[in-house]
């Protein structure tokens, strides 16, 4: 981030001054996300010697500490865990200090349930994928907690997410398309009420409303 924000241009990545820059990148995923903090200068170590110049934050949103984000405490999946979030914080720091650029996943495997306000959300496709895209109450917690980890300020970087050039990209929502849903059998099977939630939008958006 020395030479600011990434930057997609004529369809390529630039840095802050308009010089090309390729990445080489890998995944830290569910509790690797959130590695021990005397373990994460080793690891960034290791992948800046190896030639990594980016790390996917990948599923960190599936589960609650230690193997997500979500703090167990609660039986929502909407309080992030205050430790879980400075083991990110200070593994963020380490990849910075040796020249890693950080890719954050907002929604790949979060799965709402009873506690977040949405009954038979047993029955909803895997990771309430294609549903999280039209869903009213879904899109509102997804922007909560958007904003909550994007504009928290980080510690050791002193800056906040939404102001951190060595945040490369931020991806919103992972392999996931209303689309894709539509043209299987995943919202003909939909329970209610999700589905005569559907089915009113459609018929609104047909009506010009």
Not at 28 to 49: G, V
Not at 108 to 121: H, L, Q, T
Not at 186 to 201: A, D, T
Request: net charge negative; proline share 6%; glycine share 8%.
């Amino acid at each position: 981030g020395a030479n600011g924000f990434i930057q997609a241009r004529g369809g390529q990545f630039v840095d802050g001054q308009g010089n090309r820059i390729r990445f080489l990148a890998t995944n830290l995923t569910f509790d690797s996300a959130f590695p021990d903090k005397d373990q994460a200068p080793l690891i960034a170590r290791r992948m800046a010697a190896l030639g990594i110049n980016c790390v996917r934050f990948h599923h960190m949103d599936n589960q609650n500490k230690p193997r997500g984000i979500w703090d167990p405490a609660f039986k929502d999946r909407q309080h992030m865990d205050p430790e879980q979030l400075d083991r990110l914080d200070w593994v963020i720091y380490q990849l910075k200090l040796n020249g890693i650029y950080s890719n954050i996943n907002l929604h790949v495997s979060r799965k709402f349930g009873p506690a977040d306000g949405f009954e038979n959300a047993e029955a909803l496709p895997n990771y309430d994928k294609g549903v999280d895209n039209w869903q009213p109450r879904m899109i509102e917690l997804q922007k909560v907690y958007a904003r909550e980890l994007l504009t928290h300020l980080n510690p050791y970087t002193n800056t906040r997410y939404v102001e951190e050039p060595c945040i490369a990209m931020v991806e919103l929502n992972n392999e996931n398309s209303a689309l894709q849903f539509a043209m299987g059998q995943e919202f003909h099977n939909l329970p209610e009420p999700y589905k005569g939630q559907l089915q009113m939008m459609w018929v609104d958006y047909l009506k010009g409303e």
